[in-house]
């Protein structure tokens, strides 16, 4: 077969041939077809090494025949909303089983269980399926764990022995937000920064002692962001978004920033002296000019709203899921500079949302792997199938040539995308 | 209420509407009302939208207990329209500093009888949301009030107005369906059984103790606000009186606004489990399924829901069926209206839906309809004793639930035959200083 044969084959012919190629001959032939071998990654932490939900890896498989994608391993780890975090071969995650949340470490290749670490925790279902919703953090030799009721757990990574652990709503005096803390720790330097009270609390990551704590409000469900070359964090509270001295806890200009529920759950996104804010619940979007004082508005609008997952910034574009997930969100794309809409693709049924090597990588609430090119020209698939059963709503994790995907019940799948 | 004032309004409104309807009505589209919205929520806020996206509205006033739904209502407004309405936690001191001339009433249904008297006693025209009262004396309260000071009352029954609804009634007025002998009005959703959720201290911008008002201070609960409090007894009355208020609506267009001679229900929570309320925890405590029966002279109407079961082998989980002698109407939401006729050899007629989207209600045309009631001085499609008389069905049905008994109804006196202890039910104890509204 030449080239320009394949070139004039109907897409779906092409693609199944070379599944079929693969299939029988395996590495021969997809090294033929892909020369350049996989750029791995390890995503040790919620939104990834960059903190932006997007994967620096190239060269993995995103096209398939329909239906067809390799399911290496699933496993099930019990109710939550929790994500995957991955390194050196060894992916963690949590879920609810029992009365307990359960941390586990499984083994990226098939998925056998290394250690778990189980901890009393109820169900606390409140409008939703409950169990945990923060997602673990790999800082080195150490895992850390916010419970949602505000446990602490610092983990090693190897063994899955408690090195240290600490109620710290207690210790910093907070109360516990309507849902549960859920956010994911953020290591920074020897500080572990956690999204708890009005705008924040720090704790020494090596023993779990208070270093300072903001007053007692209800925090938000994001987790903590940094603004790149300076000292500030950016939290979420249940009202507003404030930036705060990472040394001082001092916060440096607060923007109130209400929703219908006092639920501001998505990430902060900054990028080129300029700060993102979503959140759903009737709140919308708006784009800020980050400055040495109060940030300046760009533009607001209600075109996208997160209501779960913060939207991702890819080439000048905002890739998000707008909407109330209950009443059906949408897939958006908004231009950064101006929030306009640009394409928004309402029969999707998005759950989770990741992006790599200018792909979007969709979890839809049904449990469908979607491929499509992240480009402001309209939403275009590249492969589907359907990978878990049941409800998703957590973001795929792609981690060395691997999607991580999970469904609220419990269900893990890892899908095989390496060439 | 003050009788000069009252008098005076209606004078003047009555005679300006006789002298110059014409030309008010070619001047008020210039005419920007004073409009304030009571209960600054997901709802009022989609109500206050319509007002303003119709032109005729200038935002003077919003009041709320919780102070993140003021603000957040207060900027959407700004946003909108460049206007700084005053913010109030109050309605009484909001009709007391601001000269309002329609209000919005949407907070939850224990609220609605005294926000709309003090609106009626402010010389307002009212928006309010059904049901119009939490029990059938607010609501006997409200219309007498409104006629007797000649004010406009819109009640937010969008299903009176929407095209697929005025269409659907037409073809069943017109004998579409032949001779009806049997209506069915349903709601059904998904669910199971309820655990109880931990009581808590209310959010800081909370005033908890005037949220409950007239009702009984029970311990704040986030089940029941933000957003949940349609199926908490205390404050509304169950889906019943929530989407039954819409449905019985319809059934009582398409029979003339007749009243039933008599109301039985039954009803209960055998899936959610018994209703929880101490001082740590709470579930709800409205019926997750519940059937009433009202006999009309020449027909009998059914209301059932159950919040668990989902559609089943059930075509559509909500609206009304009539069943009629040439076969079976569905007056539908989203499913728009549908006819089978009993001779399967005819062809089944369907209009789709005409929806306002996002929430699929038709707002616009009824704010429309409420501006040129006013103008005209006419009733509006959807008033206040239309919606009395839809509030009142779906408040026996909950009487007769409670009582466990049938209930006979007098309409033309508005009382229940011969049943003290079910008369009483038509009013409810009120929480001091709050008092019961005078039917006058």
Known sequence: ?419 | MSLDRRAFIASTVAASTLAAAPKIHAASKDKKYRTALIGSGWWGMNILREAMAAGQTKVVALCDVDQDKLELAAEEVNDLSGEEPKLYSDFRELFEKEEVEIAIIATPDHWHALNTLAAIEAGAHIFIEKPTGHTIGESQAILKASRAADRIVQVGLHRRIGPHHVSGMKFLKDGGAGDIGLVRMFVHSRGGAETPTKNSAPPETLNWDMYCGPAPLRPYNRKIHPGGFRQYLDFANGTLGDWGVHWLDQMLWWCDQQSPKSVHSTGGRPVRGEAVLNEDVQTTDAPDSQIATYQFDDFTAIWEHRQFGGAGPEKSTVGCNFYGSKGTFHMGWRDGWTFYPDDARKPVVHEDHQLQEPDGHNLKLLWADFLQAIESGRHPTADIEIGHQATTLSLLGMLSLKLGRSVRWDGDAQRIIGDDEANGLLKRKYRAPWTYPEIG
């Open chain 1, 1 to 419: 077969m030449n080239a320009s044969t394949f070139a004039t084959m109907p897409t779906f012919v092409a693609l199944k041939m070379r599944s079929l190629a693969m299939l029988t001959l395996g590495v021969c032939i997809a090294t033929w077809h892909f020369p350049t071998t996989l750029h791995a990654e390890d995503w040790y932490r919620w939104r990834g090494p960059d903190l932006n939900g997007i994967s620096t890896e190239t060269h993995w498989q995103s096209e398939w025949p329909s239906g067809t994608m390799p399911i290496a391993w699933t496993i099930d780890v019990g109710t939550g909303f929790s994500s995957v975090v991955v390194q050196d071969d060894r992916a963690y995650t949590l879920g609810h089983v029992d009365d307990h949340s359960v941390v586990y470490c499984v083994d990226v290749n098939d998925g056998h269980l290394i250690w778990k670490h189980a901890y009393p925790a109820p169900l606390d279902a409140r409008d939703f399926e409950g169990g945990p919703t923060t997602t673990p953090t790999i800082d080195g030799d150490r895992v850390y764990v916010l419970s949602r009721a505000g446990e602490l757990f610092c983990f090693d990574a190897g063994s899955g022995e408690v090195r240290w652990q600490k109620q710290i709503a207690d210790a910093a005096e907070v109360r516990v937000p309507g849902w549960g803390f859920a956010a994911a720790p953020l290591v920074v330097g020897d500080k572990l920064v956690l999204t708890l009270g009005e705008s924040g609390a720090v704790v020494n990551k090596h023993d779990g002692e208070l270093i300072w704590a903001s007053p007692d409000r209800e925090c938000g469900y994001a987790s903590p962001v940094p603004i790149p070359n300076t000292k500030t964090i950016v939290f979420p509270s249940g009202r507003s978004f404030t930036g705060v001295d990472l040394e001082t806890g001092q916060p440096q200009w607060s923007l109130r920033w209400l929703t219908s529920f006092g639920c501001n759950a998505a990430e902060p996104i900054i990028h080129d002296g300029k700060m993102f804010l979503c959140s759903g619940y009737n709140r919308g979007a708006a784009l800020f000019k980050l400055t040495d004082g109060e940030p300046e508005l760009i533009w607001k609008n209600k075109n996208m709203l997160n209501q779960l997952h913060g939207s991702l910034l890819h080439d000048g574009h905002l890739y998000g899921i707008d909407g109330d997930m209950e009443s059906g969100a949408r897939l958006t794309c908004l231009n950064w500079e101006t929030g306009d809409v640009v394409w928004s693709e309402d029969d999707l049924k998005p759950g989770g949302l990741s992006l790599a090597d200018g792909k979007l990588i969709l979890l839809t609430e049904a449990g469908e792997l979607v491929f499509a090119a992240a480009t402001p020209a309209g939403f275009s698939e590249i492969s589907r199938a359907k990978v878990l059963d049941g409800k998703c709503w957590t973001v795929p994790v792609l981690s060395s040539g691997r999607v991580f995907c999970r469904s609220i019940q419990g269900q893990v799948a890892c899908v095989d995308l390496r060439d």
